[in-house]
Each structure stands twice: as structure tokens, then as C-alpha cells.
């Protein structure tokens, strides 16, 4: 039985957690670089403040609302913590997110899977003051949907064999991938809920969301055989290496290389819906020692460029030694659920962050549907450009 965790409104619970005053009240967290709300008490979202509304209008809608700047440093401490009670019974715990994972409580004998979640449950409120919600069941799929059904402090358990049941009430948007215009989309073609997805056929499901619609059938089938992964540390990370084959020794070659394996990363986090908050780089000399230099960004993001002065600090940082290097490796981790993509009033039209987010779907896409070399940086060009000379 696997086990899915979702923490409450995750950044505000901990800073309730960490001042009574702001216990019962309603608090947000955010409004500081992106000029946006990252995470809202229940009691402010109850007057509709949500996520990621820009704060100037939160405050129009909630004068008293109590704003207060993120400590995400805070945050990754109380999410180990958190994760830490999964560990006393189970070593299968895969982190998601900052707020949210998975644990496998299958293999664990001395309790059910909803006795032993239930402990983790409590245990998670009584030592850290944060409420979190619970769905148990056979997948990783279906475990997530309930966890998400009853918040806060939702605590819902589907029997081995009710998982299509327990799905096939539920509007389309439940499945994974189904955003507001794929959403939309299916809504149009008659295909509003998860029982007529499951009843679809491929080749018309393919019309509306293309290659995913077998694997969107199997889920809507309550059916998912993804295994719950295993990591130590960090939440999932995203990374990257390149072994070059002879030693190299031209610092503007090994930053373009960088940057562009930060692209494909990047790439992968807009997939998946998440944001990055750490940037780790990996420097192997051609003696075998190695180099390893990371930086935290002040906010987590989703865009590349937000990234590429820390990866240039990062290689100058870690090169230290006067010889040559036969790898570079480039690591994103203490990933955050999608948030942050609002921007400042202030900001030129073009520079937004949302002008930028666009800009990187808009490549995304196109080198998806025509190859990787029909957009390119200034960095992919001179890397092109090098491999022609050579």
C-alpha cells in the first residue's frame, strides 16, 4: 500500500507553526521579489486569496491579511523533519516536492498502512505543529488523488479493487497532466469525467491530448505501476554530466556547457510542474580528483536564465586547481511544487518572469516538434560552432 503525503499550505503552516500569533488568522506568505502570494492560510483563502495571485490584489480583497516574506531555508528544514517520521517506518520514501511524496508501507508488517499513517500523521502535528493530508491506497496515482480530495487534513483510505470506483465520479482535471486547457479541451469533446476518459477510445482521446492518451486511459482505469523511488537527502533532483573526451582547459567552453545542460534540466522541471532552488556543480580534474560547489537562489524558479550567474560563480568557485577537467555535471534539487510565476507591476512587459515562462514553453515546444536544434542560445550556437572547427 502506498501512501501519499501532502502537507497543508505548507510554507504559511510553518510559520504558524513557528508564532502561535499567527495561529487562526489569515496569512500569507510571499509578495517580496515576485510581488505575488506563494502560499495562503485556510482562513485566506476562505476570503479569496490564493495561489499565485499578485499580493496588491490580495490585499484589496483581505485589508488585514498578515504578509510575511519567505524563509525557505525554514521550509527544506521542516520538510526533512517532516519526511523523517516516513523513515521510522519505512525506508521507501520518495519526496515529490518540498511539501509532498510518497511511502510504500507495503513491505512494513507490524501495522496496517492506515495505522502506521496515522502515526506519521500525528506525529507530524504533535512535534511540528503543521497539519498534512493522507491518501492511502495500491498506487502512487490514486494514493495522490485522495490525499488531495478532503484538505485540510484529509485522511482517505481506497481498498485494493475500488480504485477505478473511487475515481470515476471525479471531474477530468483529477488526472494527471490535465491542465486548465486540456481540461477544457475534454470538456468540449464530452469527456468531463474520469469514468468517460476510462471508456474512450485511444484513437479518439488521441484528437484532444496526442500520444498520452493510452497511459491517460490506463489512469483513469485506476491503474499506474510507477514504484515508489527511494532517495536519501534532498527532494528529487534533476541532473546532468558530461564526460569530454580529451581534457579541457577553456573555462567559456566548460560554462556553455553548462548552461546548456542546465536547459535540457530546466526543460524537465516545466515538465514536470515543479520549481528549483539549488544549483550544485561538478568539476572531475584530470588527476580524478573532484570539485563540488552549490548556491541556493532566493527564490525557487523554473527558468533556465535565472540560473546561469550562479552556474558561472559555481565553475569559478570550484576550479581551483591549474589543470585540466574531464567532467562537468550540473544539479538542480530542493524542488517546490509549481508556484512563483506572477510577476512584479513594476517589471517591463518583456522581462516579466511570465513573459520569460512563456518564451521557455514556447522553445520547449518547438524543439520538441522539431528537434532540439531548432532554437538555439548564444551558448548552443558557440558549443555548435566549436564541434565545426574541431
Known amino acids: 500500500m502506498i501512501v501519499h503525503l ?35 492560510s485556510y482562513e485566506a483563502r476562505a476570503l479569496g486569496v490564493y495561489t ?3 499580493t496588491s490584489r490580495a490585499l484589496r480583497l483581505c485589508p488585514h491579511l498578515i504578509l510575511i516574506p519567505g524563509d525557505y531555508r525554514k521550509y527544506e528544514l521542516f520538510s526533512r523533519l517532516m519526511f523523517s517520521f516516513a523513515n521510522d517506518y519505512t525506508a521507501e520514501v520518495e519526496h515529490a516536492s518540498i511539501d509532498e511524496g510518497y511511502f510504500d508501507l507495503g513491505r512494513q508488517t507490524k501495522f496496517t498502512a492506515a495505522e ?18 493522507f491518501g492511502i491506497a495500491s498506487n502512487k496515482l490514486v494514493s495522490q488523488v485522495a490525499s488531495k480530495l478532503k484538505k485540510p487534513g484529509g485522511f482517505v483510505e481506497v481498498p485494493r479493487g475500488e480504485e477505478r470506483a473511487f475515481l470515476a465520479p471525479l471531474a477530468n482535471h483529477w488526472l494527471p497532466g490535465i491542465g486548465k486547457k486540456a481540461a477544457e479541451g475534454l470538456d468540449a469533446a464530452g469527456l468531463r469525467t474520469v469514468a468517460q476518459i476510462a471508456q474512450a477510445s485511444p484513437e479518439f482521446l488521441a ?72 544549483v550544485t556543480v ?30 558561472e560563480r559555481l565553475v569559478k568557485k570550484g576550479w581551483t586547481k591549474r589543470l585540466g577537467l574531464r567532467l562537468v555535471s550540473v544539479r538542480f534539487s530542493q524542488v517546490y511544487s509549481g508556484l512563483f510565476s506572477a510577476e512584479l507591476a513594476l517589471d517591463s ?27 538555439m542560445r548564444g551558448h548552443d550556437l558557440w558549443l555548435k560552432t566549436r564541434e565545426g572547427e574541431q
Open 6 to 40: 501532502d502537507a497543508d499550505a505548507f510554507f504559511v503552516s510553518v510559520e504558524q507553526a513557528a508564532d502561535r500569533r499567527l495561529r487562526g488568522k489569515a496569512v500569507a506568505v510571499g509578495g517580496q521579489r515576485r510581488g505575488i502570494i506563494a502560499s495562503a
Open 52 to 54: 499565485p495571485m499578485p
Open 116 to 133: 502506521a499513517a496515522a502515526k506519521i500523521r500525528d506525529a507530524i502535528a504533535g512535534s511540528l505543529k503543521i497539519s498534512a493530508s
Open 207 to 278: 484528437r484532444h491530448v496526442g500520444s498520452y492518451a493510452p497511459q491517460l486511459i490506463l489512469f483513469a482505469q485506476g491503474l499506474d505501476d510507477r514504484p515508489v523511488v527511494s532517495e536519501h537527502g534532498d527532494a528529487t533532483s534533476y541532473s546532468e554530466q558530461e564526460t569530454f573526451g580529451t581534457d579541457v582547459t577553456d573555462e567559456e567552453f566548460v560554462l556553455a556547457t553548462a548552461r546548456a545542460m542546465a536547459d535540457r534540466l530546466m526543460t524537465k522541471v516545466r515538465a514536470d510542474g515543479k520549481t528549483i532552488r539549488t
Open 282 to 311: 561538478k568539476l572531475r580534474y584530470r588527476d580524478f580528483t573532484e570539485a563540488s560547489r552549490s548556491a541556493s537562489l532566493d527564490e525557487p524558479t523554473d527558468l533556465e536564465t535565472e540560473t546561469y550567474s550562479s552556474l
Open 349 to 375: 512587459a518583456h522581462n516579466t518572469p511570465q513573459a520569460q515562462r512563456e518564451l521557455a514553453h514556447a522553445i520547449d515546444a518547438l524543439r520538441s516538434k522539431f528537434g532540439k536544434g531548432s532554437v
